[in-house]
């Protein structure tokens, strides 16, 4: 097909296209944010009453005297700094010495001794104690591992009642240490 429109003409016809569409863009563009605008100001007129009522619940609060606090909520609130004082020390010496400790009996502790149960107690009128629960597969092993435990430095003493030596095999061990 033959195209008789001059260049001249076409020209200026993809400029008028392009003013038309940009016209009509910036048309629907104007009218998207009168309607947004329009849309949104109830919300903001909502938020600027609320944030008015809580000034001035805030300004009443203000000006109401403070209630003087009397025996009975004073010693409550010392108990309760006695007691979150309390759970700070705890907190902070948590585990600085059990972990140490269990670290070095799992690492002393041979492939075939299997460990069931650590406990960790810290009686203020008994030293502290870390007891073990365990299964050791003969008595030569479990004489071997109470010996490598005596000779490690961080334990001042192993207690290995003689009782957990009445089985020959498959022995079911209770071992008490007590940490330096």
């Known amino acids: 097909m033959i195209n ?32 947004a605008s329009i849309v949104f100001l109830p919300s903001y007129f909502f938020s600027i009453v609320k944030k008015n009522s809580v000034d001035q619940k805030l300004e009443i609060q203000k000006k109401e005297p403070v209630p003087q606090i009397d025996e009975e909520t004073l010693s409550q609130i010392q108990d309760l700094r006695n007691k979150l004082s309390l759970v700070e020390k705890a907190e902070t010496s948590k585990f600085s010495i059990s972990e140490k400790v269990i670290s070095e009996i799992v690492s002393k502790k041979m492939p075939d001794i299997k460990i069931n ?15 073990i629960n365990g299964v050791a597969p003969s008595r030569e092993r479990l004489l071997l591992f109470r010996n490598t435990l005596e000779q ?18 498959n022995i079911e061990f209770y071992l008490d240490l007590i940490p330096k």
């Not at 149960?117 to 007891?131: F, G, L, Q």
């Open 4 to 35: 008789l429109i001059p260049i001249e003409e076409r020209k200026r016809m993809i400029k008028d296209f392009y003013f038309r569409f940009f016209t009509v863009l910036f048309i629907i563009l104007g009218l998207s944010m009168v309607v």
């Open 117 to 131: 149960h650590i406990s960790y107690e810290n009686d203020p009128v008994k030293k502290m104690s870390v007891k």
């Open 152 to 169: 490690d430095p961080l334990f001042s003493e192993v207690n290995l009642p003689i009782s957990n030596f009445i089985k020959g095999s």
